[in-house]
Nanobody, 128 residues
Framework: QVQLVESGGGLVQAGVSLRLSCAAS????????MGWFRQAPGKEREFVAA????????YYADSVKGRFTISGDNAKNTVYLQMNSLKPEDTAVYYC?????????????????????WGQGTQVTVSS
């Protein structure tokens, strides 16, 4: 089993930065995909960013490209989401997710169904 624990959320004003962390524990994860999703009230959970540690590639939703950066620390088994220039529309619960398998298919990074493990979420609220 794998446990993912997010931290770093909070209430901030528009324009500032936050860094979310996701610490993974338990059995060894595939390095192929770890990601961040978010869910605002009344909306579907949506893709934010993902990283493939094995090839060092990152993937972003258009809405956060240029403002958010996903990175990983192999030694700490931790993934980060650096969020800059936050906007009120970034307000949501942010979830960390991890894929257990090492297989790949087109578009998988952006799909909730590709991820097998999820954290409990951390609230990010951005005031205008």
């Amino acid at each position: 089993q794998v446990q993912l624990v997010e931290s770093g959320g909070g209430l901030v004003q528009a324009g500032v930065s936050l860094r979310l962390s996701c610490a993974a524990s338990g059995r060894t994860l595939s390095r192929i995909a770890m990601g961040w999703f978010r869910q605002a009230p009344g909306k579907e959970r949506e893709f934010v960013a993902a990283i493939n540690w094995s090839i060092g590639r990152t993937y972003y939703a258009d809405s956060v490209k240029g403002r958010f950066t996903i990175s990983g620390d192999n030694a700490k088994n931790t993934v980060y989401l650096q969020m800059n220039s936050l906007k009120p529309e970034d307000t949501a619960v942010y979830y960390c997710a991890a894929r257990s398998g090492s297989s790949y298919y087109s578009g998988m990074y952006y799909s909730k169904s590709a991820y097998d493990y999820w954290g409990q979420g951390t609230q990010v609220t951005v005031s205008s």
